[in-house]
Each structure stands twice: as structure tokens, then as C-alpha cells.
């Protein structure tokens, strides 16, 4: 069965700009979340969806921002860019919300020059 | 969640066991031990979890201690496709959605 997948997989976009990332789950998953990697901070979690419903949240700014649609696909959006949103953002997907078995996708390289 | 503690980096020869080691000293007792992998470039990938007994599935084996405090991933037989980072995590079993608390991982590296 297919995977996790997220579009676009490399983009490269200025300060001040924002950016849509979009994930689709395993079909069937309900649960989508989203992790940020950095060198220096590494893998860290940003929120997590289910059934349309934000469930989770982790310590970013209000700049970051998620929602989910009724399919389970899920979008993250970054407005006002800085250069340290530079990463590596995953997304992965579960059957439900709270087992903490995650699939997750190959990720979308962000690059803020 | 439950700070974890992993070496910054292990050798494995090829075919030989790999045994990854992981100390969780506060977990509590709802909290499992999940392990995931990440190899170079690539999203992170689940291994094995566990809460007290031990587990094996086709990818490894994880020994937790009677008391919970540390565990141990083996890879039985491990290969140059098994050099990837690991990351122990200690964390809810809970209908409070996913959450995962990524440490630094150990970075393994088999070698011929």
C-alpha cells in the first residue's frame, strides 16, 4: 500500500515569504502529525490531527500552523519565514490517535534564504 | 515523558548482533519504550515497542528490565543497511493523541 507522502519534497523560499506543505497519510490513518528537524535542535514535534480536530500542540510560534481535512490529508503552513525555519519537516501518519506507532513520509527540505 | 539517555555512537560488525541500550530511569508506569530509527535523509522509521515485557517482531528485539529503568534493542544479525541513527523514546500509550519526544539518538554504524 502506498506510503506517507509529502509534496513538494525540496523548495527553497526567501525570508518574510510563507510556505504550504501538504502531507497524505496511509490510507485509512486518522491521525497525521507533524515534526520539524533541525541540526541543532533535531526532531521535534510541532502538532498532530485527528479526525479534522487539532489534538496536540508542541513549542512553536503561533507562525506555524496546521489543519486537516475530512480525507485525512493535512497541510502545514509557515508564514513570514525566518532563516532558522530552515529543516526538515515530516509529517507521520497513524491508524489512531495515541498508539505512538507512526509512519512517516520522506519529508519536505525547506531551505529560507 | 520520561528523559532517555543513549551512547552518542556505536560499531557493529556485519552479522554480528547489535545491541542498542537505552537508560529511562524516571518512566513511569503507563509509559512505553518505542523505538524508531532514522537512516541519512530519510523519515524516521518504527521499530518496536514495548511497556514491560519483552518483544520481537521481524525487525529486532527489545529487552526491558524488571524494573523498567533501561532497555535494550537488539538487531540479531545486523547489516550495512542498519547504519542509522536510534532513538529510544519513553512515552504515553494514551488516547490523548501522538506525541513523540525525540532524543539525540545513538548513531550505529556497521561495518564489513
Known amino acids: 500500500k502506498a506510503g506517507v507522502t509529502q509534496t513538494p519534497r525540496y523548495l527553497i523560499k526567501t525570508r518574510g515569504q510563507q510556505v504550504t506543505l501538504s502531507c497524505s497519510p496511509i490510507s485509512g490513518h486518522r491521525s497525521v502529525s507533524w515534526y520539524q528537524q533541525t541540526p541543532g535542535q533535531g526532531l521535534q514535534f510541532l502538532f498532530e490531527?485527528?479526525?479534522?480536530?487539532?489534538?496536540n500542540k508542541g513549542n512553536f510560534p503561533g507562525r506555524f500552523s496546521g489543519r486537516q481535512f475530512s480525507n485525512s490529508r493535512s497541510e502545514m503552513n509557515v508564514s513570514t519565514l525566518e532563516l532558522g525555519d530552515s529543516a526538515l519537516y515530516l509529517c507521520a501518519s497513524s491508524i489512531t490517535g495515541g498508539s505512538n506507532v507512526l509512519t512517516f513520509g520522506a519529508g519536505s527540505r525547506l531551505t529560507v534564504l | 515523558d520520561a528523559k532517555t539517555t543513549q551512547p552518542t555512537s556505536m560499531d557493529c560488525a556485519e552479522g554480528r548482533a547489535a545491541n542498542l541500550p537505552c537508560n529511562h530511569s524516571t518512566i513511569s508506569g503507563n509509559e512505553y519504550v518505542y523505538w524508531y530509527r532514522q537512516i541519512h535523509s530519510q523519515g524516521p522509521q518504527y521499530i518496536i515497542h514495548g511497556l514491560k515485557n519483552n518483544e520481537t517482531n521481524e525487525m529486532a528485539s527489545l529487552i526491558i528490565t524488571e524494573d523498567r529503568k533501561s532497555s535494550t534493542l537488539i538487531l540479531p544479525h545486523a547489516t550495512l543497511r542498519d547504519t542509522a541513527v536510534y532513538y529510544c523514546?519513553?512515552?504515553?500509550?494514551?488516547?490523548?493523541?501522538?506525541?513523540?519526544?525525540f532524543g539525540t539518538g545513538t548513531q550505529l554504524k556497521v561495518e564489513l
Open positions: 523514546i519513553a512515552g504515553g500509550f494514551t488516547g490523548g493523541g501522538n506525541k513523540l519526544t
Open positions: 490531527y485527528f479526525s479534522e480536530t487539532q489534538r
